[in-house]
């Protein structure tokens, strides 16, 4: 099977609608994250076929959970997961993705313009700085840091009603259990824990759905070395 039809029938099964435009913006992605990935650490998977599968459809696994919403921020996008194929995917919403290297975001950059994306901006910054109080409908982010440091960088950025889905591995479940406290400190309700298979892969995975219940308290987010030095409700 080729790149293109394991991609296509893998988004099929996930039910999101497909455009040759579609494909091919993820087909060019794929080789520019991997010859750029030839000078610059961005992943370590080098086969164009696991990139489509232990990439793109892992991250297309959770677009029908923000495909409705306004505007999303993906936390520590790193080399774009998962917000530039939910980006792709999901072209009435408006997509901010930030990371605190700027190779990265230079990459993005050039990514976005020569897929000629509308929707999406990559922004070089550190999540604790950014002044976007409560303004995202939604947030997202992919193996970035424990469950109870991203929440205290990620809920503060949420608006009331809105929701953080963090992408987590299968056995994830005593994280979620030490970040209750600090999601609640932070205005998130109770964590929910969602396991997926990857279509087309036996890979899986869990989604942690985190729904923003009340304003998160002004003193938060502190500045980063106070998270990870001492992440609310203790490690």
Known sequence: MTERELLIKGLEQIGLNIYPQTVDNFLKFSDMLLEKNKVVNLTAITEPIEVISRHFLDCAMIAPDIISEEKVIDIGTGAGFPGLPLAILCTDTEFVLIDALRKRIDFLNQVIAQLGLKNVTAIHARAEELKSRQSFSAAVSRAVADLSVLSELTLP??????????????????????????????????????????????????????????DTPLKYPRRFSKISAAPLGGK
């Open 157 to 214: 950025l949420v608006k009331v009603d809105g929701k953080f889905i963090a992408m987590k591995a299968q056995d994830c479940q005593n994280e979620v259990e030490r970040a209750t406290k600090a999601i609640q400190i932070l205005g998130g309700g109770k964590p929910i824990i969602k396991t997926y298979t990857v279509v087309e892969t036996d890979i899986v995975r869990a989604k942690v759905e985190i729904k923003k219940i009340k």
